[in-house]
Structures are given as structure tokens and as C-alpha cells.
């Protein structure tokens, strides 16, 4: 029987700016439901790896593959449709949409009426709204936010605001997850709520999760494997256990 795929293989992926290699031989494999960490020093590279990733940059070398697709060359769309997600440093909402808005915007992709049928208001219409706000409504369901559908966005408090990024990022029906700092600026209840909401996404849809954070404890708790980089390339790869003892990453990032 052979070896099921990886979600996520990249091999030798890199991109330079100019005489600068931002990131250099960044290889990476994820399996199916898998969480893997990011970490490293500010300015190491990890946004960077992201960004290659969503279509952002295109890499000056190397390659990466979702589901054993080649995803070099693609737009952030075409990323986005074979299904890739991600949430960013700084949250990005709609402030002004409602909370239910900001995840039925998500789901735009899948939408099959036509602009006549939207104008007209046509029964295809209205049905394909309905299913689309009972999805919706079961994401936020699932981040108990469902009582908060009809608030406007930028009235969250910053914990929630970081819920709906993640709940609207589950409507694009995404293979790989990429969370970007999810605990940067959160007190240690809203941390707490995060991870759960992180292993349950996890154990519903079966999803692969890549995390870059900060939160060392947040990293060690929920992460089965980490990746370390430094200036633009890997020094370490291991268990939570393992990266957290390498003399490479404790004199890097970790301290003494």
C-alpha cells in the first residue's frame, strides 16, 4: 500500500530580494490533519514562508506541492480555490460587515446563481442564501459566536475578532490552515479559548494546520511537530521536546 501523500511538501522553496535571500532551502512536509509549528526570531522569515505559500510572492526557487498539486505560479485566488487559507498578524475583517457577513463572503466561491438571478431576486436566489447562512451560522456555532451573527465586525472584542478570522477562513473549505500569530495581543483566557477552538476545527474537519507563534506554551501544548528557522533557513526540526533542547534553536530564539 502506498505512502499516502503529504497536504503540504515543499522542497528547496525560497524567494531573494534583490542580493537579499529572504528565505532559502525551506523544506516542509504535512500530513493529513496535522499540526506543525513555525517559529523563530522577528524578521526570520516565517511571514515570508507564508506568503510564498498564499501566492503573495512567487519563489525565485524550489517548489511546493498541496495534495500532490504544483502550486508555483498561482495567484492568491487560485491558491485560495485548491485550498489553501490563512489569517493574518493583524487581523483583517470587514469592520463594518455584521459577523454573519464576514463569513458568508467566504463562501462566495461556491455560490451558483447568476447575476440575473441576484437582480431578480429569483427563488435559486433566495434558496442558495438560505443554505449559505445556515453554514454560516453552524461556523459560529462552532466558536459559540452564533448569538453575535448580527454585530457589526469591529465591535468584537480582540479574542473574538480573532475567532471569526479563523470561522471565516473555514468557509473557504481549505485543505491547509495557516495562522499567523492567532495569539498575538490575547489575554490568557481568550489563549485558552483559542486552543480548544484550534483542536476542535481539527477533530471536525480534519484539516492540516501550519502555526506561526510567539506563545511558546501555546507552540508546545497543541503543536506535534516544529519547524525553527533563522535568518531565512531551517536550524531545527523535531518534536516540541526535541526543538526545545537543540543548543541551535535555545541560542537562537529560546534563550539560555
Given amino acids: 500500500m502506498s505512502k499516502e501523500a503529504p497536504v503540504l511538501q ?24 496535522e499540526l506543525v509549528g513555525l517559529i523563530g526570531p522577528n524578521g526570520a522569515g516565517k511571514t515570508t514562508v507564508f ?44 469592520k463594518k ?7 458568508k463572503v467566504a463562501f462566495n466561491k461556491n455560490m451558483k446563481y447568476s447575476m440575473v438571478s441576484a437582480i431578480l431576486r429569483t427563488r ?11 453554514k454560516a451560522r453552524e ?22 475578532q480573532r475567532k471569526l478570522e479563523i470561522a471565516r ?21 481568550e489563549t485558552g479559548e483559542l486552543l480548544e477552538a484550534i483542536n476542535l476545527i481539527r477533530e471536525k474537519f480534519n484539516i492540516s494546520i501550519l502555526l506561526i507563534e510567539h506563545d511558546m506554551s501555546l507552540v508546545m ?16 526540526k523535531g518534536t516540541p521536546e526535541e526543538v526545545s533542547k537543540n543548543p541551535k534553536v535555545i541560542a537562537a530564539y529560546l534563550g539560555e
Fill in 97 to 103: 460587515l455584521s459577523v454573519i457577513e464576514n463569513v
Fill in 10 to 33: 515543499a522542497k528547496n522553496l525560497g524567494i531573494q530580494f534583490g542580493g537579499l535571500k529572504a528565505v532559502n532551502n525551506f523544506d516542509i512536509e504535512i500530513g493529513k490533519s
Fill in 221 to 236: 501544548n497543541i503543536c506535534e511537530r516544529i519547524v525553527v528557522i533563522d535568518y531565512g533557513e531551517i536550524i531545527a
Fill in 169 to 189: 477562513a473555514l468557509a473557504t473549505d481549505m485543505k491547509l490552515l495557516l495562522l499567523d500569530e492567532p495569539a498575538a495581543g490575547m489575554n490568557p483566557t
Fill in 51 to 94: 506568503n510564498l505559500l498564499t501566492g503573495v510572492y512567487q519563489p525565485t526557487e524550489g517548489t511546493f506541492f498541496l495534495n500532490g498539486e504544483k502550486m508555483n505560479g498561482k495567484l492568491t485566488h487560485q491558491v485560495v480555490a485548491a485550498g489553501i487559507a490563512r489569517t493574518f498578524q493583524n487581523i483583517r475583517l470587514f
Fill in 124 to 134: 435559486k436566489f433566495w434558496k442558495e442564501e438560505e443554505e449559505i447562512d445556515k
Fill in 139 to 160: 461556523l459560529l456555532a462552532l466558536f459559540h459566536m452564533e448569538h453575535l451573527a448580527d454585530n457589526i465586525a469591529e465591535n468584537l472584542p480582540y479574542g473574538q
